[in-house]
C-alpha cells in the first residue's frame, strides 16, 4: 500500500524537491503551503502533487489542514516538517513581530504538525517524521537569533520526540541543510553571501535535490532503527 506523506511547505525550493522525489518513489505526496496560491498552483499543474493551503503556526488551521488531507488521501504516514521563514536582522533591530513569527512557524510548526498525525501513527503502528533544522541551528549566524533560535529547537524537539515515538514503530529524524540554492539564500545580501560560500569547503551552494535525498532515506520501509539522528548535509560547512 503507498505510504501518504505531507511535505509542509512543499511547494517551492527544498520542499518542492521533497515532494516531487518522494512522488517517484512511490509516496502519495500532500503538498503544503501558506499563501502563494499562484506558485501552488504552479507546482501542481507541473508535477501532478495535490497542494493543500494553511499556516502551520495556527494550530487549529493545522488540525483542519492534516484532516482534509486525510479525507483526500487517506491516514497520513509520513510528515516533513520543512515550513521555514526568515526574518533577520541584528537583536537590536529585530522586533516582536520578527521573533514571533519565526519562532512560531519553523518551531511551533514542528508542534501542530506532530499533534495532528502523531496518534494516527500510533494507532496503525508506523510512522515517519522529518524535521528540517538548519546548519545555523547547530552553528547560530550573525543575524539570526530567531531563526537559529527555532532551528536549534528542532533539533532537540527531534531528540525529544524520537523517545516517545520509538516504541510504535515512528521515527523521528532531522536533517540540518547548510546553505542550499534556494529563494530563502538568494535573499541573502550577494556579499555576505560570497563570504559564507568562502566557507563551505565543497566550493558551492546546496542543490535542493541533496536534502530530498537525505528525507528519501530517513523515510524508507527499512530505515526504522534510524531515531533521534540529525544528517548534516551543508557541503562540510560545519561537522561535529
Ligand atoms: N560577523 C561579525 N560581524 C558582522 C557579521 C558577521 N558575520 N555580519 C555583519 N557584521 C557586522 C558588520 O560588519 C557591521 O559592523 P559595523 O557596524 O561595525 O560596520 C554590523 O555587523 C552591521 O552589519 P550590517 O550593516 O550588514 O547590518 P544590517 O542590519 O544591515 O544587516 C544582517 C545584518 C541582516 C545580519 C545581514 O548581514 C544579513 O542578512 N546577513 C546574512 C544572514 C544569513 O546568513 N542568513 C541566512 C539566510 S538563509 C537561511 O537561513 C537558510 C539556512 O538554513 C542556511
Redesign the pocket.
Known amino acids: 500500500m503507498a505510504r501518504v506523506a505531507i511535505v509542509t511547505g512543499g511547494t517551492r525550493g527544498i520542499g518542492e524537491a521533497i515532494s516531487v522525489m518522494l512522488t517517484g518513489l512511490g509516496v502519495t505526496v500532500a503538498a503544503n503551503y501558506a499563501g502563494n496560491t499562484a506558485r501552488a498552483e504552479e507546482f501542481t499543474g507541473r508535477t501532478g502533487i495535490r497542494a493543500f493551503q494553511w499556516d502551520v503556526s495556527d494550530f487549529d488551521a493545522t488540525q483542519a489542514g492534516v484532516a482534509a488531507v486525510e479525507a483526500a488521501l487517506g491516514p497520513v504516514d509520513i510528515v516533513v516538517n520543512n515550513a521555514g521563514i526568515?526574518r533577520?536582522?541584528?537583536l537590536m533591530?529585530m522586533s516582536k513581530a520578527s521573533w514571533n513569527e519565526v519562532i512560531d512557524t519553523n518551531l511551533g510548526g514542528c508542534f501542530t504538525m506532530a499533534k495532528a498525525v502523531f496518534t494516527g501513527m500510533k494507532e496503525r503502528g508506523w510512522g515517519r517524521i522529518v524535521n528540517i533544522g538548519?546548519?545555523?541551528g547547530q552553528a547560530g549566524?550573525?543575524?539570526?537569533v530567531n531563526?537559529a533560535a527555532a532551528?536549534s529547537g528542532i533539533h532537540g524537539f527531534t531528540k525529544a520526540l524520537a523517545q516517545e515515538g520509538a516504541r510504535f514503530g515512528i521515527t523521528v529524524n532531522a536533517i540540518a541543510?547548510?546553505?542550499i540554492d534556494t529563494d530563502?539564500?538568494a535573499a541573502?545580501?550577494g556579499d555576505?553571501l560570497a563570504k559564507?560560500v568562502q566557507r563551505i569547503p565543497v566550493g558551492r551552494l546546496g542543490q535542493a535535490n541533496e536534502i530530498a535525498r537525505g528525507v528519501a532515506f530517513l523515510v524508507a520501509e527499512d530505515a526504522g532503527f534510524v531515531t533521534g539522528s540529525t544528517l548534516s548535509i551543508n557541503g562540510g560547512q560545519h561537522m561535529y
Open positions: 526568515t533577520d536582522g541584528t533591530k538548519s546548519v545555523n549566524q550573525y543575524g539570526q531563526y532551528k541543510p547548510g546553505y530563502m539564500v541573502v545580501p555576505v559564507i
